[in-house]
Nanobody, 123 residues
Framework: VHIVESGGGLVQAGGSLRLSCKTS????????IGWFRQAPGKEREGVSA????????IYADSIKGRFTISTDNAQSTAYLQMNNLRPEDTAIYYC?????????????????WGKGTLVNVSS
């Protein structure tokens, strides 16, 4: 199993980034994909999740209306479009896959994790 995040970087407040989560080694269509983030000195938190088979989604309150999760099932890839970024969005962003097909931010329900990509939002 491989999960590789990309697309992070340095951006000014108000800017946008699109994170990608390229996966392989498991049946993408039968999993839920979650995006999590861990800011410096803080615990990891759920950002968004999607059930790849039906497109159902959830979002953390802190990013609702600014971030959009999506998938390209043919490419076994998930995306996180992040708009109107704020300094408090600075974190390492992780992609994870869950075979539970649940929309959840419970980390124990995720079977596979990527190594993360750093997003740094300057003020």
């Amino acid at each position: 199993v491989h999960i590789v995040e990309s697309g992070g970087g340095l951006v000014q407040a108000g800017g946008s980034l699109r994170l990608s989560c390229k996966t392989s080694g498991f049946p993408f269509d039968d999993y839920a994909i979650g995006w999590f983030r861990q800011a410096p000195g803080k615990e990891r938190e759920g950002v968004s999740a999607i059930v790849t088979s039906d497109g159902g989604t959830i979002y953390a309150d802190s990013i609702k209306g600014r971030f959009t999760i999506s998938t390209d099932n043919a490419q076994s890839t998930a995306y996180l479009q992040m708009n109107n970024l704020r300094p408090e969005d600075t974190a390492i962003y992780y992609c994870a896959a869950s075979e539970e097909l649940l929309l959840s931010f419970e980390e124990y329900e995720y079977n596979y994790w990527g190594k993360g990509t750093l997003v740094n939002v300057s003020s």
